[in-house]
């Protein structure tokens, strides 16, 4: 298996890397285009504003390269801005194209709560998956983002409460999103990423 994590330059990939090395999955850092082609799982993490995102992910050439894995139903994983990179537009400093890969816009947390949404929370189910084997309803994560999905909520996984209902996790076919940072969230973190580790190794398993 090759389980890359996106580099494009922002977010703390160390931490992030560390993580799943200790669930036992171990990922490749890099923005290699011939890498990232052969992956059998992505993971997109990502802080900071969403256009200057996407800018860098086209000057590396990555966009059509990302929805195409995406589409081939590469497992996929997208971390806080990374999640939020997956859906159609953000509102975030004006209006900007995200990947697509699931229908939905980025807008920003309504100020009748304080802005950006920092620290722990807790995470309530909407759906059951896989992905959250491992966790139970009202465990604490650990949110820094100041946007979030708006959406039918067709994906909708887990969420929060924070002046709006905050998407947590959600999955579309093989794509998976955590608002979150699961690096930085203990013990939960690490078994959603158990977790989403098994579910790769169950579509590596099963395309074979």
Not at 16 to 23: H, Q, S, T
Not at 105 to 133: A, C, R, T
Request: aromatic share 10%; hydrophobic share 40%; with cysteine.
């Amino acid at each position: 298996m090759k389980n890359i994590i996106i580099d494009y330059g922002v977010g703390n990939l160390d931490s992030l890397k560390r993580a799943f090395e200790e669930i036992g999955f171990p990922v490749i850092v890099s923005n290699d285009l011939e890498q990232i082609k052969e992956a059998t799982s992505i993971i997109l993490p990502g802080v900071g504003a969403f256009k200057a995102a996407m800018d860098e992910l086209q000057r590396l050439n990555l966009v059509e390269l990302l929805i195409s894995k995406a589409k081939i139903g590469t497992p996929f994983l997208g971390i806080c801005l990374g999640m939020q990179l997956l859906y159609e537009f953000s509102e975030e400093g004006g209006d900007h194209r995200g990947l697509g890969i699931i229908d939905g816009v980025i807008k920003q947390i309504p100020e009748n709560v304080k802005v950006p949404h920092m620290g722990w929370n807790k995470l309530y189910f909407q759906s059951d998956e896989k992905i959250l084997k491992y966790v139970t309803e009202e465990e604490y994560v650990y949110f820094v983002h100041s946007f979030y999905v708006s959406s039918t909520n067709a994906e909708l996984i887990a969420y929060s409460q924070y002046g709006v209902k905050i998407p947590g996790i959600v999955k579309k076919e093989n794509i998976y999103g955590m608002q979150f940072h699961p690096e930085k969230s203990s013990e939960t973190g690490l078994n959603l990423l158990k977790a989403y580790k098994e579910l790769c190794i169950y579509d590596s398993i099963s395309s074979n």
